[in-house]
């Protein structure tokens, strides 16, 4: 039986954050079952708590934000999303003092070696799963997503599609069948990556005041500006598939079924994930406990960062 999972004792991390560029610390605090995963603005007086949930994403120019009733946002929370899927953490108290989670290295890789390097915690109550039961499609012009049942775990299948001489045709599609460790070596290391124009424009407007090439892939008309290059030769696709995860995890929940797209991105992974919970018929949720706890669930094996050495 999978358990539900917290990490193993508080710890916290600090960094630039996007926006603003400026210095922000973020606390990871150990939660109980059923807890999901809360944000805490601690820079608000009194602090602000919003709840990780379908309804409080909401997709900017730059990142994907918590917004909770009143307008207040903590923004750039998907790659932590992304890490916490494939580290299994259902529960997690998450307090920042900016509001901003720290973009790091514009990929989801130091959020999973911090929690490896503190280990995560099994709970008692039985781990909950959305398994898809029907269909269920969202279009938006000519980009599509949508979630079908499945035999196995969660599988994944996108397509990018860019017309641009740093990305070749061949390497515009990625399929994955989403493991923890698989998560970890193949897609963690993805960076964002935006247009040397776009850049001009965001520090013409004082937006994106913490973006460089130290947190992201910027691309000119012909090639990529990094001097280091790609860390991946399909990092782009990679990218949107590792948003992807981080989308479909606000939920909460790991997803039993599998994801197609065709140049998705946030906004269309967020309709997607509404929509199917939006009708108790599109899903089921299982736990072992359950009677109609599911062996495919097995497939799922989470990054198991308890047994994981200390560098
Ligand atoms: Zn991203």
Redo the contacts with the bound molecule.
Sequence with gaps: MKRQRTVKQAFSAAGIGLHSGSKVTVNFRPAPADTGIIYTRTDLNPPVSIKCEPEAVRDTQLCTALVNMDGVRISTV??LTAALSALGIDNLYIDVNAPEVPVMDGSAQPFIYLFEAVGVQDLPEPKRYLRVARKVRVEDGDKWAELNPSAGGFQLDLTIDFNHPAMERELQHFAFNFTGRGFASELSRAR?FCFMRDVEYMHAHNLALGGSLENAVVLDDYRVVNPDGLRYPNEFVK?KM??AIGDLYMSGHSILGSFKAYKTGHKLNNMLLRAFLSDAQNYELISWSDERADERAETFEFIDARSTELA
């Design positions: 998907e790659h964002t990218h590792l948003d």
